[in-house]
């Protein structure tokens, strides 16, 4: 599969799938088990798996570029793929075993979603520092932990966990785990009622006692907070900036449809033909979304040639995301007014899905502290 393949997979997935019940979806809180097994068939869940196990074996671009298309029709479907794409490089990148060379032959072919189990109702955003540690149990650990989000939660086949080291002595000290569904003591813990990404199941998850054996530690004791950083964070900071884009670009095709679309009848005009500040707001909205969309195609090139400065590309890509998709989205409700007010449009679904990002951690405000802390050479942990 070439970067236009899974393009074209993921554009066929978002007209035919997503975009026809993205609006009753959001309404119900409907996670879309139709989306996942479309992702599935298509080969797209196995998109950066090396070929030897029967992924795609592509990289940060085609990632991008798939999950802005899945975006622009349901930003809901691109988190539960972020979240997946995500988990699956974590366990791609874990310690060689057997066990992982068969789960990665199940998601390259479509049959297992996964996600990732950071957050924690103790450390809330801070999700390098859980609060859960993992007990010696036999060969393995036992782990107890109230996971307070948790995208598919319920849906996903399996789920990367963080928890403390058992030997842990500081507050990163943590190992990541692989915790299948149906796990004795997993359980989701409550629903998922969210502003917006409501057909993400982004519910909380209880380990109550959950056994986990030895070999389903994905990271050496005390090696899970380097891969959240080196692993997880480029990934996922790429991929809300890439679901931020999609929806940018859905509420710019959005508000161009309305205002050529409505008319002013006693006027004989359309909205867009008859006021200069709607063709202004619009244009702006423009600006602002190819601004993203090239300071998203820097950071690719950062993440494909290494440097000094991509740590820093890293972390201003998703905080500028985060920004420009709220105010991309709230100059639409502006422009469409109360037709957007009155949910007459998919406007208002954009809006709601657009302030997801900027608190999903690292949120915008953690990564503007870690962005001014390594300007001025100050430790960020
Ligand atoms: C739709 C959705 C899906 C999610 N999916 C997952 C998932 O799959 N897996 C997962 O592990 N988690 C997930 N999360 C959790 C998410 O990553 C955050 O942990 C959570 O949103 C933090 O919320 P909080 O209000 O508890 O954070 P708090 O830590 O209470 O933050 C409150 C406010 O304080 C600010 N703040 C916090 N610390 C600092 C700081 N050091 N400097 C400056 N400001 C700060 C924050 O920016 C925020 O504005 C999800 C969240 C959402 C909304």
Same mark, same amino acid.
């Given at each position: 599969?070439?970067?236009?393949?899974?393009?074209?997979?993921?554009?066929?997935?978002?007209?035919?799938?997503?975009?026809?019940?993205?609006?009753?979806?959001?309404?119900?809180?409907?996670?879309?088990?139709?989306?996942?097994?479309?992702?599935?068939?298509?080969?797209?869940?196995?998109?950066?798996?090396?070929?030897?196990?029967?992924?795609?074996?592509?990289?940060?671009?085609?990632?991008?570029?798939?999950?802005?298309?899945?975006?622009?029709? @349901?930003?809901?479907?691109?988190?539960?793929?972020?979240?997946? !794409?995500?988990?699956?490089?974590? !366990?791609?990148?874990?310690?060689?075993? @057997?066990?992982?060379?068969?789960?990665?032959?199940? !998601?390259?072919?479509?049959? &297992?979603?996964?996600?990732?189990?950071?957050?924690?109702?103790? %450390?809330?955003?801070?999700?390098?520092?859980?609060?859960?540690?993992?007990?010696?149990?036999?060969?393995?650990?036992?782990?107890?932990?109230?996971?307070?989000?948790? /995208?598919?939660?319920?849906?996903?086949?399996?789920?990367?966990? %963080?928890?403390?080291?058992?030997?842990? /002595?500081?507050?990163?000290?943590?190992?990541?785990?692989?915790?299948?569904?149906?796990?004795?003591?997993? %359980?989701?813990?409550?629903?998922?009622?969210?502003?917006?990404?409501?057909?993400?199941?982004?519910?909380?998850?209880?380990?109550?006692?959950?056994?986990?054996?030895?070999?389903?530690?994905?990271?050496?004791?005390?090696?899970?907070?380097?891969?959240?950083?080196?692993?997880?964070?480029?990934?996922?900071?790429?991929?809300?900036?890439?679901?931020?884009?999609?929806?940018?670009?859905?509420?710019?095709?959005?508000?161009?449809?309305?205002?050529?679309?409505?008319?002013?009848?006693?006027?004989?005009?359309?909205?867009?033909?008859?006021?200069?500040?709607?063709?202004?707001?619009?244009? /702006?909205?423009?600006?602002?979304? @190819?601004?993203?969309?090239?300071?998203?195609?820097?950071? !690719?090139? &950062?993440?494909?040639?290494?440097?000094?400065?991509?740590?820093?590309?890293?972390?201003?890509?998703?905080?500028?995301?985060?920004?420009?998709?709220?105010?991309?989205?709230?100059?639409?409700?502006?422009?469409?007014?109360?037709?957007?007010?009155?949910? &007459?449009?998919?406007?208002?679904?954009?809006?709601?899905?657009?302030?997801?990002?900027?608190?999903?951690?690292?949120?915008?405000?953690?990564?503007?502290?870690?962005?001014?802390?390594?300007?001025?050479?100050?430790?960020?942990?």
């Amino acid at each position: 599969m070439t970067n236009d393949e899974a393009t074209l997979k993921a554009r066929e997935i978002a007209s035919n799938v997503l975009a026809p019940a993205a609006a009753a979806n959001d309404t119900a809180g409907r996670f879309s088990m139709e989306a996942v097994t479309s992702l599935g068939e298509s080969g797209l869940l196995g998109l950066l798996l090396p070929g030897d196990v029967g992924g795609a074996g592509l990289g940060p671009r085609a990632f991008a570029d798939v999950t802005t298309t899945l975006a622009e029709a @349901d930003a809901s479907v691109a988190m539960v793929y972020v979240m997946h !794409i995500c988990a699956t490089s974590t !366990i791609a990148a874990a310690r060689p075993s @057997d066990r992982w060379t068969a789960v990665l032959h199940d !998601i390259a072919a479509g049959r &297992h979603l996964s996600t990732l189990a950071f957050s924690e109702a103790g %450390s809330r955003s801070h999700f390098w520092a859980p609060i859960s540690r993992a007990q010696p149990n036999g060969d393995g650990v036992h782990i107890n932990a109230k996971k307070s989000w948790v /995208t598919s939660a319920g849906f996903a086949q399996s789920y990367v966990v %963080s928890a403390l080291a058992p030997k842990g /002595t500081g507050p990163t000290d943590s190992t990541l785990y692989f915790v299948p569904a149906g796990t004795p003591g997993l %359980s989701v813990a409550g629903p998922w009622d969210g502003l917006g990404l409501r057909a993400n199941a982004s519910a909380p998850v209880a380990l109550d006692d959950c056994s986990v054996a030895s070999d389903a530690q994905l990271t050496d004791d005390g090696a899970g907070f380097p891969a959240m950083l080196n692993v997880v964070l480029p990934l996922f900071n790429l991929g809300t900036a890439a679901v931020a884009l999609g929806l940018c670009r859905a509420a710019v095709a959005g508000t161009a449809s309305h205002l050529t679309s409505a008319k002013f009848e006693h006027l004989g005009q359309s909205l867009g033909e008859s006021l200069p500040t709607l063709r202004a707001q619009l244009a /702006t909205m423009q600006i602002d979304t @190819d601004g993203l969309s090239a300071r998203i195609d820097d950071l !690719i090139d &950062h993440l494909e040639k290494p440097r000094e400065t991509t740590v820093l590309r890293v972390l201003e890509t998703k905080a500028a995301a985060g920004d420009a998709a709220i105010s991309v989205t709230a100059t639409a409700m502006r422009v469409c007014g109360g037709a957007a007010f009155s949910k &007459h449009l998919s406007i208002e679904r954009l809006f709601r899905d657009a302030h997801a990002g900027a608190v999903m951690a690292p949120t915008g405000d953690v990564l503007r502290e870690f962005i001014g802390k390594s300007l001025l050479g100050i430790p960020l942990f």
